[in-house]
């Protein structure tokens, strides 16, 4: 009998347990801010008046504006900053005009990988708890876009038409953040990939200061290709300057940056009339066929290059042990303030050059790769949302995060600003953006991406052939695309 | 002293109702927890692997399609025999051969030295995955950065293995060895713990009767962790089945072309990477393939371990 009482006692405390759990868990629930209610007289038709009661806010009102952004590399941080400094300047702005509402921007500047912060993204979105503000990468647009998760902006930068700097936006970023006929997103950098190469080892293999300008000149006007810098890797190891698999390194992670030879050798990664993604089947072959002996024949490239951290990339390089490096123009940045690469010896030993074509004849390309504002379909104040956006978008604003991250001006007055003119080496990099390509924006880009980059790593291990490698391209695609790709012999 | 309950006094339909009421309202909790957390999910991927859902979260049901898929993709093979080498090299060399080597070994010396050998080896299980990914990069990275080439280099003077980035060099060596490295722990304390309970008595017989140290390990002590072993066996077989994170950490697959790739990174390569289009749908389809693969494994370790016998009640009680 004591043994049941004791067991029914202990059945009922956990019942009150958990019923008091679930009351807590509901007290603890934040009660929305009371209303004081006003009287607000309405005329609804001509022969009678009706006074309708409505509850407004009473006192100052404090709204705030969620944003997500991201790096992930450490100097951008400003991209976050910006909007931050934005909502100041409205902030004061409506202090002055007697207006009781503030604006808070709140939120992360996310210095993890693409993969994780894109992931928590996707999780916000379907959780309903995504930011009001979110920064990413332009090709995020397209599957975003079709899942209902931004809102299309052509509405709302049209009512600053004529007032603001959207209007001096260099016109080609618009095409990066355009998707079926309409605008998703607010450029808020871009940037160039040169290909770096180092001045004192092109020395050290006995070029002159000239031989070294000659190289340069040559390479600007299309006239080396990418065969070419092979040739010269051949030179440099031979004549012991560098070790075998040190000549010519590129991004070790899945990104766009290798694309730039793809398109080197005359390919397009999408149909501009259809939108639908491309693969030439020729420029894909000559890609892999120059990888492939880039590491097996000229052993100018390491066949584990694929996967390597990013910390031994940066600091070989800083260390002088790579001739050639497929970069971005923000890692200057990265070297002085990460590595502790003295800005002299940046200046002193190292230049750059577009990516060259891949046969004579081609021009040289690059690849920008704009990062974009976007506004939440799930914002509760997407006005306010875009107008934080907007007043981040400026020149000086602009100019400070330019500066800071080595990343382009995006404005043609930004330009001119003093802070962007007074930094030479954005100077001198904005000229690769003539050659400038941009990703495409599809839903599938990735599904395509992560294709390419397995048969890459197939090929410079050895695993796969350069035709089989194409071969595997082709067929993964036409299965996993369908009638979104469009195979070009 | 109140006077004890006598069941068989009370009414059974009385006593059913009270008991079962009792029973039930005592694991409510961890039932919600298990149906909630466990049984939803496995129906909620099982329903999932019949459609196309993607980012979008759209439940667009599309039959047998993604298993269609699954076999006409030429890469399948090679992942799958990835995973099942992976899984048995691992098992064998490590969770279960290295763990009852441990077991052994550890319950061969005295206790307190035991002790400190087996939370040595409890370092790896206890370590979160990323810091351990990190030490491994440390140990494997080309020189100067790495422990295994700053060895070979400075100290045997082996200037050819200076560039070798192990982890590139010896992928599977290196995924096998930091993934056994964890698992042999768990053999080890399941299998310690149920060699402390053989009764000493037994040994001191097999002693006495002149058994070498082989024979009572081969003759007395593995017979009796036959039960123990089996459910290492298959517990240990299904979390190497599921397992992907240091092979994503260390080698993310490769290097090259699908070297390391194994089933399960592939699923999250396929449902949960950004880069790869979270393609929920095939990527559950993935998962029902090794669900069955580990019912499979099961059914077949029961047969071979002959789980009938293991658990049939003796006709002969000895007191």
């Not at chain 1, 209610?37 to 309405?42: C, D, E, I």
Request: neutral net charge.
């Amino acid at each position: 009998m004591a043994t049941q009482k004791a067991t029914m006692m202990y059945a009922v405390l956990l019942i009150i347990g958990l019923i008091i759990g679930v009351a807590i868990g509901y007290a603890i629930k934040p009660a929305p801010p009371a209303a004081a209610p006003t009287t607000v007289t309405q005329t609804v038709t001509s022969t009678s008046v009706i006074t309708k009661t409505v509850t407004a806010a009473a006192g100052p009102q404090e709204i705030v504006i969620r944003a997500m952004t991201v790096g992930p590399d450490e100097p951008s941080y400003n991209r976050f900053e910006n909007l931050k400094r934005a909502a100041e300047l409205l902030n004061k702005m409506l202090a002055d005009a007697g207006i009781p509402v503030t604006v808070k921007v709140e939120g992360e500047f996310w210095t993890g990988s693409w993969e994780d912060y894109k992931n928590k993204l996707l999780m916000m979105f379907q959780a309903g708890e995504a930011p009001d503000i979110i920064l990413s990468g332009h090709e995020d647009i397209a599957p975003w876009a079709e899942a209902g998760y931004i809102l299309p902006l052509d509405d709302f930068i049209a009512k600053y038409k004529g007032l603001w700097f959207f209007d001096d936006m260099i016109p080609s970023l618009w095409d990066s953040v355009k998707y079926k006929g309409k605008i998703w997103g607010i450029p808020q950098d871009t940037e160039a990939r040169p290909l770096y190469f180092r001045k004192d080892l092109l020395k050290d293999m006995g070029w002159s200061d000239e031989d070294i300008e000659e190289f340069k000149k040559k390479a600007w006007n299309g006239e080396i290709t990418l065969w070419d810098l092979l040739e010269i890797c051949k030179e440099a190891i031979d004549k012991g300057v560098i070790e075998e698999g040190y000549c010519i390194w590129h991004r070790p992670k899945r990104g766009v940056d290798y694309y730039q030879i793809y398109l080197a050798f005359g390919g397009i990664l999408q149909d501009p009339e259809t939108g639908k993604l491309v693969l030439d089947k020729k420029a894909m072959l000559n890609m892999m066929k120059w990888l492939h002996d880039a590491v097996h024949k000229y052993k100018a490239l390491r066949s584990d290059m694929i996967g390597l951290d990013w910390k031994i990339i940066h600091e070989n390089w800083v260390a002088g042990k790579l001739l050639f490096w497929f970069g971005g123009t923000w890692q200057k940045a990265e070297w002085i303030k990460k590595y502790n690469m003295p800005e002299e010896e940046f200046w002193a030993n190292i230049d750059f050059i577009p990516v060259p074509p891949g046969e004579k004849g081609g021009k040289p390309v690059t690849l920008s790769h704009p990062l974009v504002y976007m506004v939440s379909s799930q914002s509760k104040h997407p006005d306010l949302a875009f107008l934080i956006v907007a007043l981040a978008t400026n020149p000086l604003y602009n100019a400070i995060h330019a500066v800071e991250s080595g990343h382009l001006a995006i404005m043609y007055s930004e330009l001119s600003a003093k802070k962007y003119q007074e930094d030479k080496w954005l100077a001198v990099s904005a000229s690769l953006l003539e050659f400038s390509k941009f990703p495409p924006n599809h839903a599938k880009f990735g599904t395509y991406d992560e294709i390419v980059f397995k048969a890459m790593g197939g090929v410079e291990s050895g695993e796969l052939s350069p035709e089989d490698a194409v071969s595997y391209i082709v067929d993964q695609l036409k299965a996993q695309l369908g009638d979104e790709i469009v195979i070009k012999e | 002293m109140g006077k004890a309950l006598v069941i068989r006094d009370m009414p059974l339909k009385r006593l059913l109702t009270i008991k079962s009421v009792t029973v039930i309202l005592l694991i409510a909790p961890v039932l919600v927890f298990i149906i909630i957390f466990y049984f939803m999910p496995v129906f909620l991927t099982f329903a999932m692997a019949f459609t196309d859902m993607d980012y979008r979260f759209q439940w667009n049901f599309v039959g047998f399609v993604n298993f269609q898929r699954m076999i006409r993709d030429p890469l399948i093979t090679k992942i799958l025999f990835n995973t099942l080498f992976y899984v048995f090299t691992t098992l064998l060399c490590f969770n279960v051969g290295y763990g009852l080597l441990l077991a052994i070994l550890t319950s061969l010396i005295p206790p307190r030295v035991g002790n400190v050998f087996r939370l040595l080896w409890l370092l790896p299980r206890l370590t979160p995955p990323v810091v351990y990914y990190l030490l491994w990069l440390g140990i494997t990275s080309p020189y100067p950065y790495g422990l295994i080439n700053f060895f070979l280099v400075d100290i045997l003077g082996l200037e050819q293995y200076k560039d070798v980035y192990w982890i590139y060099a010896a992928p599977w060596a290196v995924v096998i060895l930091a993934n056994g490295f964890v698992g042999a722990s768990f053999g080890m304390l399941i299998i310690g713990s149920a060699i402390k309970s053989i009764p000493i008595d037994v040994i001191r017989a097999a002693k006495v009767d002149g058994a070498s140290l082989f024979r009572l390990i081969k003759d007395i002590m593995l017979p009796i962790l036959k039960w123990p072993i089996l459910f290492v066996t298959a517990y240990q077989t299904l979390s190497l089945l599921t397992s992907f994170e240091y092979i994503l950490l260390l080698t993310d697959g490769g290097p090259g072309f699908y070297t390391t790739e194994v089933w399960a990174l592939h699923v999250y390569h396929k449902a949960l990477s950004a880069f790869g289009g979270w393609e929920f749908g095939y990527g559950a389809a993935l998962s029902l393939v090794l669900v069955v693969l580990g019912l499979a494994l099961s059914i077949l370790y029961f047969k071979i371990f002959r789980f009938r016998e293991l658990i049939f009640e003796p006709k002969v009680e000895v007191t």
